[in-house]
């Protein structure tokens, strides 16, 4: 079985410009998670599909940020316009079914790097 | 809200030694406890959970954790470590009634095992 796969695996830009990002869940998981850590600090919560639907955006920085998952599969992150702050590792995650204790499986991360 | 506080930033042992990681949370409500680990080069993998039951519950690797409720707390424990140990550690909760999974993390413990 395939994992959650990411990409880009790194990103440079430079501020200003815009960069999206994708994740590929696990196949049949109807759940997927954003999540991003900055240098130093812990890993934070950005938002939560359940198929195509935001299921909840409360961790979502400012309106640079849209996330998308049309057809309820792959999801994207798109940062418009990026900031030196944006800056971090992108994690997204997959779990299949509604229990909060299933087991999220995450992808390798998508490093960004604003400069 | 809730947060999870991890006691040890940096944790550096030899081999053999036992090692214990502090991990605590503020929630009041019932909560679904995590360890992921993230080894050199890898992404995020659970090394153990608890949501229910037995408040000792053992993971992969001869990893186990033990959930106090009184003390809000959920400690990683291991007899004796392994060099191959050597990763960040991150303990995470999700809220118990909540079906959302979204995880709240600490800000990791890296520990460095030395042969």
């Known amino acids: 079985e395939a994992g959650v796969t990411q990409f880009p695996s790194h990103s440079v830009i430079e501020k200003g410009q815009t960069v999206t990002l994708r994740c590929d869940p696990i196949s049949g998981h109807d759940n997927l998670y954003w999540y991003r850590r900055v240098m130093g600090k812990e890993i934070k919560f950005l938002l939560h599909f359940v198929k195509e639907s935001k299921q909840d955006e409360s961790g979502m920085p400012n309106n640079r940020f849209l996330a998308e998952r049309t057809g309820g599969t792959y999801s994207t992150l798109k940062v418009q316009p990026a900031e030196l702050e944006d800056s971090g590792v992108y994690f997204c995650a997959s779990r299949p079914g509604l229990a909060g204790s299933d087991t999220q499986y995450f992808g390798p991360g998508t490093r960004l790097t604003v400069l | 809200a809730q947060s999870v506080s991890q006691h040890n930033h940096h944790v550096i042992l030899s081999e053999a030694a036992s090692l214990e990681l502090g991990c605590n949370y503020s929630y009041g409500g019932t909560v679904n406890l995590f360890w992921y680990v993230q080894y050199p080069g890898q992404h995020l993998q659970l090394l153990l959970k608890?949501?229910?039951?037995?408040?000792l519950v053992k993971g992969i690797k001869g990893f186990e954790a033990e959930f106090i409720k009184s003390k809000f707390s959920f400690n990683l424990r291991k007899p004796s470590v392994q060099w191959s140990d050597t990763a960040e550690y991150f303990c995470a909760v999700n809220a118990g009634s909540s079906n959302t999974g979204k995880l709240i993390f600490g800000q990791g413990t890296t520990l460095q095992v030395k042969p």
């Open positions: 608890y949501f229910s039951g037995d408040p």
